[in-house]
């Protein structure tokens, strides 16, 4: 399978769910960088996540995590591609998990979104090695998800360093 495609119309993503959360409830149909694109869509998302009790918003990121699997696997074979650029529901759990680790507000959570975004782009170790040894929807979710655990420690990091405003 290649790893570009054309991408869906509005149409197919109205017509199905799958594509539709695949890509970021249209984010990902983005001409340029998708992937971003889909993470700022994530970004304006979280703070509805961000008012759950910690316990119920645990459980709805590893839910998200979980169907992410399928969601992004099912969409990669429906459309014939590995990893279409496209499907950002990936995005989306990692940059959430990024937020869910980090302190509450808004300076945290744009640190959040830049340190998940250099890491999902820029791929270092063990991000590259897992996006090419890990196949289908668990390889697609699995990058983003390491991404956003390091984009979660480095912010705790750089946050204890130097203290925004919170």
Wanted: with cysteine; aromatic share 10%.
């Amino acid at each position: 399978m290649t790893t570009s495609a054309v991408n869906p119309s509005w149409r197919q993503l109205a017509r199905s769910p799958l594509l539709l959360l695949a890509f970021g409830f249209g984010s990902g149909l983005a001409p340029r960088a998708p992937g971003t694109v889909g993470s700022v869509a994530a970004l304006l998302l979280w703070p509805l996540l961000a008012l759950l009790p910690a316990a119920p918003l645990w459980v709805a990121i590893a839910v998200a995590a979980l169907f992410g699997i399928a969601i992004c696997g099912g969409a990669a074979q429906r459309l014939g591609v590995h990893d279409h650029g496209g499907i950002v529901w990936d995005e989306f759990v990692g940059l959430w998990l990024a937020l869910a680790l980090l302190p509450a507000g808004w300076p945290a959570a744009l640190l959040g979104f830049a340190l998940f975004r250099l890491f999902d782009i820029a791929k270092p170790w063990p991000i590259n090695w897992l996006d090419r040894r890990v196949a289908g929807g668990l390889g697609i979710m699995l990058d983003d998800i390491v991404a956003g655990l390091m984009a979660a420690a480095c912010g705790q990091l750089l946050l204890t360093v130097w203290p925004l405003a919170l």
